[in-house]
């Protein structure tokens, strides 16, 4: 294979900082004391909180090593399948760390805040166009909090008609936090199986859908990379019942500029601009998760909302029918001042190109490597595509997780595994537009390599990753006897 | 586009590959009733160099783009960032790195987020704490809900009416589609909760109480605490200023079940209220209830220590309709932020930088009703407090922000309207002894 | 032994720019062109220039691949003798950065750029204060700018004398730029050595003292970090027959606010401000080394200088006898801010503290080690302490270089090796007062650790390098068929 | 301090070991008489937060704080910089690195200006570059002394007037003290190099001419070529706007044997001058006779590819008096910079904005003449041309300057006294079409 990225070198252990710790060190220049001091009363004062003292080079050295540890979309290619770990631009993180944004405070009122209020209404204004609705809030706080404000909005929308429901519907390709959110909103998720393509039957939603079912979650294109077909015939089986459709967009990286959600019968959808909109992930968040919906559930989207009034941009509270707040304030500003700056850059024609980039980086893959891996839905796939370890586990007793942890070594992050749940052993790649083709052959030929090497040699495989840092740690030694704090 | 690597042979050779001939034809599997029509009408893409243009015209639109003076807390802080936080949180492969579900090349940000849970234990007296939630309002929703869901028959949490009025209204939309039921705990005249109202209700499941409190007082957690094992509830303490346990006795010395609240005072901007960070503690026994993510110590299979996610059994990837939370990605970020900020202050910082809060609260609190506005409350608090103004303040203050970027307080009738007249007033340490005076002055004339 | 800093870990292959090279991609965005485009005449017109086509994230993940396999301070101890390689404060890079400094045009005017005038102006005269002396210019770019700059005003002020001399004294101590800055003036070296305990005798000054010597160039504390305590006697030599003495302060982190020396003979003296005062040495520059001089030669002083006049900052260029111009505008001026604001930082308690501390760091180790590795001056060092191999080469033939490689593999980087030449197998250890005494003493551990291995397993030392991303380099083979671009 | 680690268990468990007392008995060994009775006069230590607001406020007293317009270049030129070349070279293990005197634990820095190397050399045309000097005025100074020493008998070097002036006077300074010998080449009224004034003078080693002139002007150097090549005199090519390569041809490709210039134009700051970039450049002949670091490639023991600092042979820590120049640090952080820049605008980008540059002059130069103003010259120029002015001019600009951060141009006169009342300007691609515009109108009236 052409030469792989991964190789071994010098890190650096580093302890703990409380085993750093010196009494007496302090990393912080205090700010002089200008007024006199005043006491409180003793009962209300506590011992000063055991935080570890050090010198300033001792935190620069510490992060700076942990960090070195650590693999970023900047390391390598991050094919996390479900995630979209595009380029994630510098220049943004320039804009989020202007004064005026960084510095502002959420009670300086409207007058102070133009600015942001004017960015966050642009935004909601291209979210909406781009996914086809009517309106948009960025509030919610990631995905998972997006999909929460839209089944609280279904919910709401249901208590309004005057009769609450207690089902939702939930096909199996479902990420967790879709029947989770719906838990919380007291629905019961009745799951629904695929059909034998992948992707969902009208027929079967059809079989479960009933007066008492709220609606159904649907995720386009669903988690196994394919796009559902059948969506209108589906929306239409539960608009004709009552219920309401709602869909998850952490794939809108697929169709951006192809299909809007919103023309195709979807009536809620959240959005992950920390992936479809090139927000760094931050190592598990911030992200945020706004939420796009049709004239019929505009009233219940969350407050405060954005109007604009002859050029002044407001802050209004007063919808009747909302949900409410979902946010302490107006969701990860931060991050929505990113979002907005990528959508400026690419323009319509740079975002569906992303789109159809990441498609056809996706396929590419799918086509390369459906001999080497099995690929239990051969169809041409979107921005994903799904493969398993079947081959392998049949032949040499070599697991998905074998295969990820020896493509450490190879210097890749391993796809997402073991999701979506229906295929079992999954091996899912995102590899997302941002790549080229010279890193995905050398990604392609890492995994056709590491294929020969379950044949050759299973034991590297099993024993894997060789060169990195830690090896495999104790899970299920970690889970039993839990050690949460140090 | 320059993040798009892809260069027309590429996608020629790739397309062959793919049997495809132009990238339309990749969505040729997708029906055509169900694509757009429609283009996307957004404005053309821009350079890097008009993005910088336009976006400084949008900050300069927000009067944060000049040094501002800002006597506002209510729930976003203005601290001192010490410049090697942004510095190092900057570093690509803390920003760039997605949930560390493969610990072997994540254990920067395990072991960072491992850091941040055992600080925020000591900040708050815990024994567990979390890898963070969205913010200080969506920790509480969700310690009330552990509250109620563990609790065998009570279906009702009772909530300070003096707890951030957001948390309020976000407790209340998360609860409102279960069959639970909050209720409001009055206040008193001194400011403070009124404990012997709590006192007289029933079948709690929960008690949140904030302290300090919005209106800035310090609430007697001790009690709460008496109140809430008397009637087998859980206490929830909560906070919107993390900064005040440099300084007080933290919560869970004071026996809270569950402590949540806000982490943006540990360098964190206030970025016009987000991100922040969502704290969230328990002691041992809540361990399984607490919602996302949680890193633990493990040893690899060569016995050398690492970090994992662990107990993800109470997860959505896990246990999916079951699960405690539906909580994914969380503020993990904004969590390794506040480590490092933790790390750089330190136990001597910490204190220090609380008590010169509280000073400077104190003398802007002194040198206000010298300069004629009247103290509305008279018991204990951190860096914020609420005084009663005079007439024709509201327009004094509104010219204050906008000929001299000072921010005089927080008129509280919105969200308190008894409160009419009254401003919830902030010191922290990057108001000096000048800034003070000189909104006196201001005040008095 | 405490557990070391070094162990292995992922790292990436990175190949050269020009492999990732595809044609078509640019990693910049275009400016718009708003006027309309005139083309020059062709026979001026060239090709455009055979740069690399990469993607925004191509040219991201190379540098950032490219930086993981570096050592710096931030990653951990850098005892480089003569180097100083304290920690450099990042709060230095935000002042360097802002705009008022980073977009200032050099050209703009006195009036527009009083505030970067201020600040080199008390720049010089803080520089002054600490070291002793009249005046100073910060415009030298770096140490051995600085020694030119002393010497061509020695030469100068020969000349003005009328008779220009043609030698200068150099002790075989010194650093190499010093003879080659003589040598560019003209000057012949006359290399005296140092006495038995490693500072320079007045009898050997003596000797060789002549009306035909220009002076001497004396490094003080010099670089077996032992400080010159003859300086008087022989700045007296040198001074009674009409030379001047340069002072090559390099290791001015030795000895502030205990001698200044411009209080002890010397004329002119150069300062390190990548070293003594923080600023980062960026991987071989950019540095600073301004000159501080005396009455006698401050006449004598580059152009332009920076006055005072009622409180407005003025460049002057007007001096008669100045030496003329030795930088393209007012030298490092970025490298100057960041100094100013070290100084600021520290005041005068935390400078002595610095160097006090610096001392007893230097003085620790020297104690700790001399038993495991020879200390050919065993006297109180300053700054740092000089030892060599001789133990280990007569009895495992193990040498210098052979421990300073093995030094990478325990996670440190290896102190100065082979300077100063009089001491064969030099390991110069210069720890700075930044490192702390837990980092030390594992420094220490690991040196014993490795003297150990030299018994034990000598092959071990003689292969190091065995865990950095590269092994020892083959710079014969670089050397004889020099191959200088890809 | 924060940044000195040292506890005071610390200092006493050290000084136990090296047998001292206090921290002051370190230096008993220092004879009284050489000790300062003087303590350090300076401003006390300041707080990283009262660093900051000193440090704005001084900035701020500078024009550039604000957003300016600059039509000056003379040396500095105001291009843009991608975001993406400041963050990466902030990365420490690039800043906080030293010299890479030990490759294997550098090749980061190695492989990053071996990289710069190559680029140099494409984009001058060269075969060898160096890893930097410290300006463009150093390295023509370095470039004149190699001729000289090179050269068998003459021992002069002739430099054209329009070479920048600062060089010149550098050029000056370092040859003062040999037997080395510097004329100047007078230039002609069209703003050029008079090449038949040179062609005239005698026994020259080297013959330097900078093109772009300091006037803006392209000189002719395939000419100053041939009469180099009959006067057996080696040819220095020098420069100031780097940018310039972007368009037209390169001195390498018009047989300059030596380049020196200023890179500052690659993505480096202003910064009011420094530091900049000295790039210096040589056919394969001048090899041994380049001063300072050269980063060749090889293999280690093991086959590697590798990169390693050679040829050190010819440098001062090697030989001492004999060495080809004395520098040892030199601007490595900003030849990375450079190398990250080059990479990022690429082959494309750089042709296109060498382009743009000299579009927006042309327009410039087209504006001012319609505004009143005179050509001084009529010859072909990149981005950078003399225009005689009319009575007032200078009043007019320094108001511009004071009120809208306007700088129109740079004053002649103190540079070339023949050129009274001309002005040089500059336009890069960072002013707009509007700015342009904005200006002619402001000159106008
Ligand atoms: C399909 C899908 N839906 C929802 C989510 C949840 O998004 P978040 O992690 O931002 O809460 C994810 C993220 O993994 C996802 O892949
Ligand atoms: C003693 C001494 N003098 C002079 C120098 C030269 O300084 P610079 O590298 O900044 O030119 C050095 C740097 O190594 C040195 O150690």
């Given at each position: 294979m052409t030469q792989k990225p991964g190789t071994g070198g010098l890190k650096f252990n580093e302890p703990q900082l409380w085993d750093k710790s010196r009494k007496g060190r302090c990393a912080v220049s205090l700010p002089k004391e200008d007024v006199e001091e005043s006491l409180l009363d003793d009962s209300l004062v506590g011992d000063a909180p055991d935080l570890p003292q050090l010198s300033e080079l001792d935190v620069v050295r510490h992060y700076t090593r942990l960090s070195q540890w650590n693999f970023g979309v900047d390391s390598g290619m991050y094919p996390l399948g479900s995630c979209t770990m595009k380029y994630n631009p510098k220049i943004n993180e320039v804009q989020a760390s202007r004064q005026g944004f960084a510095a502002a405070h959420p009670f300086s009122g409207d007058e102070a805040s133009q600015g942001a209020l004017k960015l966050m209404y642009s935004l909601e204004q291209f979210l909406a166009e781009i996914t086809g609705f009517e309106a948009v809030s960025v509030?919610?706080?990631?995905g998972a909090h997006g999909e929460l404000t839209g089944m609280l909005m279904i919910h709401k929308y249901h208590e309004k008609k005057g009769k609450q429901r207690s089902k939702i519907i939930i096909p199996d390709t479902a990420h967790g936090t879709n029947p989770a959110s719906a838990s919380l909103c007291g629905y019961d998720s009745i799951n629904v199986k695929s059909g034998p393509n992948g992707i969902l039957e009208p027929e079967a939603v059809k079989a479960v859908m009933d007066e008492d079912t709220a609606g159904i979650m649907l995720t386009n294109p669903n988690t196994l990379g394919l796009f559902e077909n059948h969506m209108k015939e589906i929306a239409d089986i539960v608009h004709a019942k009552g219920g309401l459709v709602y869909g998850d967009g952490a794939n809108m990286n697929a169709i951006m500029g192809v299909v809007k959600p919103g023309e195709i019968g979807i009536d809620v959808l959240h959005l992950n601009l920390h992936k479809t909109f090139s927000t760094p992930h931050g190592g598990g968040g911030p992200g945020a998760g706004p939420v796009a919906v049709n004239k019929i559930l505009e009233?219940?989207?969350?407050?405060p909302r954005i109007v604009k009034e002859e050029n002044i941009f407001k802050f209004v509270s007063t919808q009747p029918d909302t949900i409410g707040r979902m946010h302490t304030f107006y969701g990860h500003f931060g991050v929505l001042v990113r979002a907005y700056s990528y959508i400026l850059s690419l323009g319509a024609q740079g975002l569906s190109n992303a789109s159809k980039l990441a498609v056809l980086n996706a396929n590419y893959i799918k086509e390369k490597l459906k001999g080497t891996l099995h690929l239990p839905y051969d169809l041409p796939c979107m921005h994903e595509c799904v493969f398993n370890d079947k081959i392998q586990k049949e032949q040499y007793h070599i697991t998905t997780m074998d295969m990820a942890k020896r493509l450490l070594d190879y210097g890749f992050h391993p796809p997402t595994v073991y999701f979506p749940l229906v295929v079992d052993g999954a091996f899912m790649v995102e590899p997302t537009e941002t790549e080229s083709k010279e890193g995905i052959d050398q990604f392609i030929d890492a995994v056709k390599a590491i294929a020969k090497e379950a044949e050759t040699d299973p034991e590297k495989l099993k024993t894997a990753p060789h060169i990195t840092k830690v090896t495999r740690l104790d899970e299920v030694a970690a889970a039993r006897k839990p050690c949460l704090k140090g | 586009m320059r993040y798009l690597p892809h260069t027309k042979e590429d996608i020629q050779s790739m397309l062959e590959v793919t049997g495809h001939k132009t990238l339309e034809n990749l969505f040729d599997s997708i029906p055509q009733d169900l694509k757009s029509k429609n283009g996307i009408n957004i404005p053309e893409a821009i350079s890097e160099w008009d993005l910088n243009a336009h976006m400084e015209h949008l900050a300069s639109?927000?009067?944060?783009?000049?040094d501002y003076k800002c006597f506002i807390g209510a729930g976003s802080y203005d601290h001192y960032i010490p410049a090697i936080v942004p510095y190092l949180i900057s570093r690509s492969e803390f920003m760039t790195a997605y949930t560390p579900y493969q610990p072997e090349i994540s254990q920067g940000t395990l072991q960072g987020i491992y850091e941040f849970q055992t600080m925020v234990t000591h900040l708050l007296g815990m024994d567990i704490a979390t890898a963070?939630?969205?913010d200080g309002g969506t920790a509480l929703a969700e310690a009330a809900l552990i509250s109620l869901r563990t609790h065998k028959t009570a279906n009702t949490v009772a909530v300070s009416r003096l707890t951030h009025p957001s948390h309020r209204q976000i407790v209340d939309t998360y609860l409102r589609p279960t069959q639970f039921k909050v209720i409001e705990i009055p206040c008193t005249e001194d400011g403070i909760t009124d404990l012997k109202a709590l006192e007289a209700m029933e079948d709690l499941a929960g008690i949140c109480v904030q302290s300090p409190n919005f209106l800035g007082n310090i609430e007697d957690l001790e009690k709460v605490r008496q109140i809430a094992t008397d009637k087998k509830a859980m206490m929830v303490a909560s906070f919107t200023?993390?900064?005040a346990y440099g300084l007080l006795k933290n919560p869970g010395s004071l026996g809270a079940d569950i402590v949540a609240g806000e982490g943006q005072s540990l360098g964190i901007s206030k970025s016009f209220g987000g991100p922040g960070l969502g704290l969230l503690a328990g002691t041992k026994k809540q361990m399984r209830n607490l919602p996302g993510r949680l890193i633990g110590k493990t040893t690899d299979v060569k016995g050398r220590p690492g970090y994992v996610l662990t107990?993800?059994?109470?997860e959505q990837h896990i246990r999916r309709e079951k699960a405690s939370s539906n909580i994914c990605s969380n503020n993990g970020l904004c969590a390794m932020t506040a480590g490092i900020y933790m790390a750089t202050v330190g136990k001597i910082g910490m204190r220090k930088i609380a008590q010169l809060n509280h000073n400077k609260a104190i003398y802007l609190k002194k040198t206000l009703i010298e300069s004629g506005l009247t103290p509305a409350f008279d018991v204990p608090f951190f860096n914020e407090f609420v005084m009663k103004v005079p007439e024709g303040f509201d327009q004094m203050r509104r010219n204050l922000i906008e000929e001299q970027c000072i921010f005089a307080g927080l008129d509280l009738e919105p969200y308190y309207p008894e409160l009419k007249g009254h401003y919830l007033f902030c010191a922290t340490e990057t108001v000096s002894k000048e800034d003070i005076d000189y909104l006196a002055k201001e005040v008095q004339s």
């Amino acid at each position: 294979m052409t030469q792989k990225p991964g190789t071994g070198g010098l890190k650096f252990n580093e302890p703990q900082l409380w085993d750093k710790s010196r009494k007496g060190r302090c990393a912080v220049s205090l700010p002089k004391e200008d007024v006199e001091e005043s006491l409180l009363d003793d009962s209300l004062v506590g011992d000063a909180p055991d935080l570890p003292q050090l010198s300033e080079l001792d935190v620069v050295r510490h992060y700076t090593r942990l960090s070195q540890w650590n693999f970023g979309v900047d390391s390598g290619m991050y094919p996390l399948g479900s995630c979209t770990m595009k380029y994630n631009p510098k220049i943004n993180e320039v804009q989020a760390s202007r004064q005026g944004f960084a510095a502002a405070h959420p009670f300086s009122g409207d007058e102070a805040s133009q600015g942001a209020l004017k960015l966050m209404y642009s935004l909601e204004q291209f979210l909406a166009e781009i996914t086809g609705f009517e309106a948009v809030s960025v509030q919610p706080a990631a995905g998972a909090h997006g999909e929460l404000t839209g089944m609280l909005m279904i919910h709401k929308y249901h208590e309004k008609k005057g009769k609450q429901r207690s089902k939702i519907i939930i096909p199996d390709t479902a990420h967790g936090t879709n029947p989770a959110s719906a838990s919380l909103c007291g629905y019961d998720s009745i799951n629904v199986k695929s059909g034998p393509n992948g992707i969902l039957e009208p027929e079967a939603v059809k079989a479960v859908m009933d007066e008492d079912t709220a609606g159904i979650m649907l995720t386009n294109p669903n988690t196994l990379g394919l796009f559902e077909n059948h969506m209108k015939e589906i929306a239409d089986i539960v608009h004709a019942k009552g219920g309401l459709v709602y869909g998850d967009g952490a794939n809108m990286n697929a169709i951006m500029g192809v299909v809007k959600p919103g023309e195709i019968g979807i009536d809620v959808l959240h959005l992950n601009l920390h992936k479809t909109f090139s927000t760094p992930h931050g190592g598990g968040g911030p992200g945020a998760g706004p939420v796009a919906v049709n004239k019929i559930l505009e009233p219940f989207l969350p407050v405060p909302r954005i109007v604009k009034e002859e050029n002044i941009f407001k802050f209004v509270s007063t919808q009747p029918d909302t949900i409410g707040r979902m946010h302490t304030f107006y969701g990860h500003f931060g991050v929505l001042v990113r979002a907005y700056s990528y959508i400026l850059s690419l323009g319509a024609q740079g975002l569906s190109n992303a789109s159809k980039l990441a498609v056809l980086n996706a396929n590419y893959i799918k086509e390369k490597l459906k001999g080497t891996l099995h690929l239990p839905y051969d169809l041409p796939c979107m921005h994903e595509c799904v493969f398993n370890d079947k081959i392998q586990k049949e032949q040499y007793h070599i697991t998905t997780m074998d295969m990820a942890k020896r493509l450490l070594d190879y210097g890749f992050h391993p796809p997402t595994v073991y999701f979506p749940l229906v295929v079992d052993g999954a091996f899912m790649v995102e590899p997302t537009e941002t790549e080229s083709k010279e890193g995905i052959d050398q990604f392609i030929d890492a995994v056709k390599a590491i294929a020969k090497e379950a044949e050759t040699d299973p034991e590297k495989l099993k024993t894997a990753p060789h060169i990195t840092k830690v090896t495999r740690l104790d899970e299920v030694a970690a889970a039993r006897k839990p050690c949460l704090k140090g | 586009m320059r993040y798009l690597p892809h260069t027309k042979e590429d996608i020629q050779s790739m397309l062959e590959v793919t049997g495809h001939k132009t990238l339309e034809n990749l969505f040729d599997s997708i029906p055509q009733d169900l694509k757009s029509k429609n283009g996307i009408n957004i404005p053309e893409a821009i350079s890097e160099w008009d993005l910088n243009a336009h976006m400084e015209h949008l900050a300069s639109d927000n009067i944060a783009c000049r040094d501002y003076k800002c006597f506002i807390g209510a729930g976003s802080y203005d601290h001192y960032i010490p410049a090697i936080v942004p510095y190092l949180i900057s570093r690509s492969e803390f920003m760039t790195a997605y949930t560390p579900y493969q610990p072997e090349i994540s254990q920067g940000t395990l072991q960072g987020i491992y850091e941040f849970q055992t600080m925020v234990t000591h900040l708050l007296g815990m024994d567990i704490a979390t890898a963070s939630h969205y913010d200080g309002g969506t920790a509480l929703a969700e310690a009330a809900l552990i509250s109620l869901r563990t609790h065998k028959t009570a279906n009702t949490v009772a909530v300070s009416r003096l707890t951030h009025p957001s948390h309020r209204q976000i407790v209340d939309t998360y609860l409102r589609p279960t069959q639970f039921k909050v209720i409001e705990i009055p206040c008193t005249e001194d400011g403070i909760t009124d404990l012997k109202a709590l006192e007289a209700m029933e079948d709690l499941a929960g008690i949140c109480v904030q302290s300090p409190n919005f209106l800035g007082n310090i609430e007697d957690l001790e009690k709460v605490r008496q109140i809430a094992t008397d009637k087998k509830a859980m206490m929830v303490a909560s906070f919107t200023e993390a900064m005040a346990y440099g300084l007080l006795k933290n919560p869970g010395s004071l026996g809270a079940d569950i402590v949540a609240g806000e982490g943006q005072s540990l360098g964190i901007s206030k970025s016009f209220g987000g991100p922040g960070l969502g704290l969230l503690a328990g002691t041992k026994k809540q361990m399984r209830n607490l919602p996302g993510r949680l890193i633990g110590k493990t040893t690899d299979v060569k016995g050398r220590p690492g970090y994992v996610l662990t107990l993800a059994t109470r997860e959505q990837h896990i246990r999916r309709e079951k699960a405690s939370s539906n909580i994914c990605s969380n503020n993990g970020l904004c969590a390794m932020t506040a480590g490092i900020y933790m790390a750089t202050v330190g136990k001597i910082g910490m204190r220090k930088i609380a008590q010169l809060n509280h000073n400077k609260a104190i003398y802007l609190k002194k040198t206000l009703i010298e300069s004629g506005l009247t103290p509305a409350f008279d018991v204990p608090f951190f860096n914020e407090f609420v005084m009663k103004v005079p007439e024709g303040f509201d327009q004094m203050r509104r010219n204050l922000i906008e000929e001299q970027c000072i921010f005089a307080g927080l008129d509280l009738e919105p969200y308190y309207p008894e409160l009419k007249g009254h401003y919830l007033f902030c010191a922290t340490e990057t108001v000096s002894k000048e800034d003070i005076d000189y909104l006196a002055k201001e005040v008095q004339s």
